[in-house]
């Protein structure tokens, strides 16, 4: 089976310190992905990697068959490829509707021959904010969200591009026991729906519910990968994320 997103040997260095060295990843279609380490692993860097705000040094990524070297980030974005932010920064003083209008004009008109205008655009807002249970903040700005609904939100907006692969990065981080719950039960319906998730996080408990298969980062390097219950038992994962 050919996956819908390869990585293979992907390096990245800053200067002399080596943040990633030959990765190899892939990710089939409909597939839940967890990817774990320690802080300072290469996680982020990686996603930027695929995504395109990095451009590596060795190593290829290719996306439904394309490669994409070379390629900006709002191309990649354009082809699918979509990501949510640890921080979130939506644009302060548009409401949630006007935020998610963003990604449908510049990612999804843009590859789109059956081009949104209008009614069209505001329906299909709604309709994204209704799926991550924001409707009724619709017309209301960022400032006026709780913490959980801003991370909503940051889904939303990465949805709004209408992603074949959401890349969420630590959309759990700072939540109680019943929002991660919440966070978890989203994902696991976005992915449901068709979208390919690939979940970055520190909370075990979380990604162990989501997860079908677990990538492992330690120092630049992929450790591990597998199905969970067998990763988190592998010896070199206890000992360099996990602890003894």
């Known amino acids: ?9 992907l390096g990245k260095r800053f200067g ?10 892939e990710v089939q279609d409909g597939e839940r992905l967890g990817l774990i380490g320690p802080n300072g692993s290469g ?17 290829s990524v290719s996306f439904a068959g394309e490669k994409l070297d070379g390629l900006l980030a709002h191309q990649r974005t354009r082809r699918g490829l979509g990501r949510s932010f640890q921080l979130p920064r939506p644009f302060a003083s548009l409401s949630l509707v006007e935020n998610l209008r963003i990604p449908i004009l510049y990612a999804v008109n843009a590859r789109s021959s059956g081009v949104l205008a209008g009614a069209a655009i505001d329906a299909r807002c709604r309709d994204v904010l209704s799926q991550v249970g924001l409707a ?17 939100l940051e889904l939303a907006r990465a949805m709004a591009s209408e992603p074949r ?16 719950d919440e966070i978890i039960a989203l994902l696991i319906r976005l992915n449901e729906r068709g979208v390919t998730v690939v979940m970055i996080e520190h909370i075990m408990r979380a990604v162990m519910e989501f997860s ?16 969970p219950k067998d990763v988190v038992r592998d010896p070199e994962v206890v000992r360099a994320y996990l602890g003894e």
């Open 16 to 25: 002399g310190f080596v943040a990633l060295e030959a990765i190899d990843l």
């Open 212 to 227: 079908q298969r677990l990538a492992v980062l330690v120092a630049g390097k992929k450790i591990a990968d597998g199905v």
């Open 43 to 59: 996680k982020s860097t990686l996603v930027n990697c695929i995504c395109g705000t990095l451009r590596n040094e060795t190593g």
């Open 136 to 152: 009724e903040k619709a017309d209301r700005l960022p400032r006026d969200l709780t913490q959980i609904e801003m991370r909503k």
């Open 1 to 9: 089976m050919t996956a819908l997103l390869h990585v293979e040997g």
């Open 165 to 180: 692969v959401l890349i969420a990065d630590e959309a759990m981080a700072g939540l109680s026991h019943g929002e991660v």
